[in-house]
């Protein structure tokens, strides 16, 4: 079946616009989460939806970062004001119930280069 | 912040060798995750060792953990160049993973 679909690719703007990136998970899966990988580092936690909600966004780095989940499927995270420090690849994952340490299945990423 | 940190940062060897990394990680956890990653896109899942575990196989991989020394180490066997890529370990204590910065394995034909 389909895995988790992140878009666009890539996404280039200008400091101090508005971006929103997409997530797709995977047809059924309830937890949905959201990772930022800068270069040479490993993922970090950003949110995690179970369902429609925001269960845990203790990883969102301040109020410019905003993630809903509407209708418990595709997700959007939006950064507004970006700044050069935003630029990284965001990483979507879904997880089929959102069990604690349950296998998280990963997208392609959305890279993010602000300018 | 980073829970885990792999050791090395880096290797390269020979196609047929085996390449072994380790994992080190700071609290308690309940299970510990090994990833992969290609020119620094999507993860994919390799193998999930869960804390009451010591030791697991899948294919060519080997995982060990120690909850003692709070370590773990992934052994991937007879390597190949398709095996060139990022590792991760990402430990599990609640629902969020969480990451060390990566072994780069570059295997050489």
């Known amino acids: 079946g389909a895995g988790v679909s992140q878009t666009p690719s890539n996404k280039v703007t200008e400091k101090g616009k508005y971006v929103e990136l997409r997530c797709d998970p995977i047809s059924g899966h309830t937890a949905l989460y959201w990772y930022r990988q800068s270069l040479g580092q490993g993922p970090e936690f950003l949110i995690y939806f179970q369902g429609t909600g925001a269960a845990d966004d203790s990883g969102l780095p301040n109020d410019r970062f905003f993630a809903v989940r509407p209708e418990g499927s595709v997700s959007t995270l939006k950064i507004q004001r970006t700044e050069r420090g935003d630029s990284a690849v965001y990483l979507c994952a879904s997880s089929s119930g959102g069990a604690q340490g349950e296998t998280q299945y990963f997208g392609p990423g959305t890279r993010l280069l602000v300018l | 912040s980073q829970q885990g940190e792999e050791d090395p940062q880096a290797l390269s060897i020979q196609e047929g060798e085996n390449a072994t990394m380790n994992c080190s990680y700071k609290t308690s956890i309940n299970n510990l995750q090994w990833y992969r990653q290609n020119s620094g896109r999507g993860l994919v899942h390799l193998i999930l060792?869960?804390?009451?575990?010591r030791e697991k196989h899948s294919g060519r991989l080997r995982v060990t953990l120690d909850t003692s020394k709070k370590s773990s180490s992934l052994l991937i066997t007879a390597s190949r160049a398709a095996d060139t890529a990022s590792y991760f370990c990402?430990?599990?204590?609640?629902?969020?993973?969480?990451f060390g910065a990566g072994t780069t394995v570059t295997v050489r034909a």
């Open positions: 060792i869960r804390s009451n575990e």
């Open positions: 990402a430990t599990s204590s609640d629902y969020k993973l969480s």
